[in-house]
């Protein structure tokens, strides 16, 4: 029974990891295909759709941690998914006035090079019990330059998009209401950023000891 419950979680996990891999390589076709043809003001219409399908997707991850599917702590999950979801859905979905920024090009081309490469890696580990050497390298490796450009660009567009937040009513809920509660999303956004500052270096450097212990497992088994 209990090899029959692993089979069925490696199953749904390698349908889970390949389904999301081609939502990301649809991202990158649209982003690049669209650089060349048009403008990067072009960009985000042309990704729009499966971009919000695939960083939507990655909720099912912190799911995923929470009942014990995979061995991934939910407290590095979270923050991450998390800052993705308000970049996709409280920034760009909510705000157009920052769809034709140049930053979308850089982020979705960053995001969807790093989910490519995590979500094949993670999908043939589940699929086949193996991943080449290669692909684990970029796996673990990838992270620093796409991090770096993934997380400026992220910083950017909020950055970009707070004078029109600041503007706008959108998902503020003021006083007097039947809750007697007060809800700014200008002073939200801007919270948002600053968890930025003390939260990507630390992320930062989190994933360069997951690179040591997964590149030095690595060696040892060969």
């Not at 889970?16 to 650089?35: C, D, P, R």
């Not at 997707?57 to 998390?82: N, W």
């Not at 850089?106 to 490469?117: A, C, F, K, N, Y």
């Not at 360069?208 to 030095?216: C, F, M, V, Y």
Request: glycine residues 6%.
């Amino acid at each position: 029974m209990a090899g029959f419950f692993s089979g069925l979680r490696r199953l749904y996990l390698a349908i889970y990891n390949w389904l999301v891999f081609f939502g990301w390589v649809q991202v990158l076709y649209f982003a690049v295909k669209t650089l060349r043809e048009s403008s990067p003001a072009a960009v985000y219409d042309a990704v729009e759709k499966p971009l919000q399908f695939a960083q939507t997707a990655a909720i099912l991850e912190i799911l995923h941690g929470l009942v014990g599917l995979v061995r991934s702590p939910v407290s590095a999950t979270l923050p991450q998914i998390g800052s993705r979801l308000f970049v996709t859905w409280g920034i760009l979905h909510s705000f157009p006035e920052v769809r034709n920024h140049w930053l979308v090009s850089s982020l979705v081309i960053s995001w969807s090079l790093t989910e490519i490469i995590r979500y094949s890696f993670f999908g043939m580990k589940e699929a086949f019990g193996y991943t080449p050497s290669w692909l684990q390298w970029l796996r673990y490796s990838s992270f620093f330059v796409m991090y770096v450009t993934g997380i400026s660009s992220e910083v950017g567009l909020i950055y970009a998009a707070i004078p029109y937040i600041k503007n706008s009513d959108l998902y503020c809920v003021r006083m007097p209401n039947k809750l007697n509660f007060a809800f700014d999303y200008f002073y939200a956004s801007l919270l948002v950023l600053a968890v930025y500052v003390p939260g990507s270096p630390h992320m930062y450097m989190y994933m360069i000891g997951q690179r040591k212990k997964a590149l030095s497992k690595s060696r040892k088994s060969d």
